[in-house]
Structures are given as structure tokens and as C-alpha cells.
């Protein structure tokens, strides 16, 4: 991307996905000295990854819903011990706005944990407070100095069927000004 922008004089990039964000284009574009939009790979984690995100938050008093991070069957199960049904169970890293579900009852948390670990024995798994109510999204850029502009919020909306009924989607629509 870096020898296409400078091959083609393009004089700023704007990211459109999260994985290119992750993977470190803005770091690789300014050591080009090409202009770009977007954060840099270690802020990308924020998005990148639902633990670092959690583990930020926490570090920072930010309020959010109670989390367990695990790595293996064992892990989880003891987990599953701490949390209320429902629970949001988050792979974590990019999995295309599939990683999300929302579990009701613990059969069906002991299927979806046997079969995650015995197709990949080491992913790593945040399991949540499940939440009720609206989602919103507010975006801040930062810039130098300090400066932060606040976008107007976003009223998401994620699950699949009318009346939050169906499957977590990821993100399926939104709408601005609230």
C-alpha cells in the first residue's frame, strides 16, 4: 500500500477497516512520510482487541460490565462459575463482527466452550456481563497538543430481528444525531 500511494501521488489515505489498522499501516505510511487517517497500531489495539480494551478500561476506573479473560477449557468453566446468565462470550482479536454471542443458559456455554477449544485449544476468550439496553458510539479524534473533537453519537444497533431478538451481528446499522 505504501509503494501504491507513492507509485499513484495519492496525498491522503483514509482506513476503512480495522485489520490494516491493526496490522500497523498508519506506523508504516508516517515512516514513508505519506499522510494518513487513523491510529497508530498500538492504539489500534483498542479496537483490535476486546481484552487489551477491557484491561485499559479497567486500569483507567472506567465503569464497564464485569469480565473474565481465558485461554483454555479449564479457564472457562471456572470462569462460567463468576457470571449470571446471559453472558456475552468475545473472541477476542478481528473476527470479522462474527466474535460476539450472546449465551442464556450454561448447556449452552458448555457447547460453545468445548467446541472453541478443541478447534484451537489457545484462543483467548473474554467472557462479560451481559447488559440490557441501548448502544451508542461516540468517536474522539485526537490530534496534537491535546485536542480532542467528540463526533455527535451513534445510536447502533446490533442484533439481527426486531426487538433485539436475534443473534448478535456485530453491528448491523446506525444512526446520527441520536
Do not use: W
Request: charged residues 25%; aromatic residues 8%.
Amino acid at each position: 500500500m505504501v509503494d501504491f500511494a507513492k507509485k499513484e501521488n495519492i496525498d491522503l489515505t483514509f482506513v476503512g477497516s480495522e485489520e490494516p489498522l491493526v496490522l500497523g499501516i498508519v506506523d508504516e505510511f508516517k515512516k514513508a512520510g505519506l499522510k494518513i487517517f487513523g491510529p497508530n497500531k498500538t492504539a489500534a489495539q483498542l479496537e483490535g482487541s476486546k481484552s487489551f480494551a477491557k484491561s485499559i478500561l479497567k486500569e483507567a476506573n472506567v465503569p464497564t460490565a464485569a469480565f473474565s479473560i481465558v485461554r483454555s477449557l479449564s479457564e472457562a468453566r471456572r470462569a462460567l462459575v463468576k457470571h449470571d446468565f446471559p453472558v456475552v462470550f468475545k473472541l477476542d482479536g478481528l473476527a470479522a463482527e462474527k466474535g460476539v454471542s450472546v449465551i442464556s443458559s450454561c448447556k449452552q456455554a458448555e457447547d460453545y466452550i468445548v467446541n472453541l477449544y478443541k478447534n484451537n485449544s489457545n484462543t483467548k476468550l473474554l467472557i462479560e456481563e451481559f447488559m440490557q439496553g441501548p448502544e451508542f458510539s461516540l468517536f474522539s479524534l485526537v490530534g496534537k497538543n491535546n485536542t480532542v473533537v467528540h463526533t455527535p453519537i451513534a445510536q447502533d444497533h446490533k442484533r439481527r430481528f426486531d426487538g433485539d431478538k436475534g443473534p448478535n451481528t456485530g453491528g448491523i446499522g446506525a444512526y446520527s444525531p441520536v
